[in-house]
């Protein structure tokens, strides 16, 4: 079985310091709750 890593980077000061209603706190937060890492849960 082969495993995948996918992921995606993203810097948090661009998204709290972002005014324009694209990004944001509650933008950030929808992509930290679907945060998963099966791999380590300490990271979790």
Excluded: K, T, W
């Amino acid at each position: 079985m082969q495993q995948a890593n996918n992921f995606i980077v993203l810097n948090i000061r661009e998204y709290l310091e972002n005014d324009d209603g694209r990004l944001g706190e509650d933008r950030l937060l929808q992509f930290l709750s679907g945060f998963s890492c099966p791999l380590n849960r300490d990271v979790e």
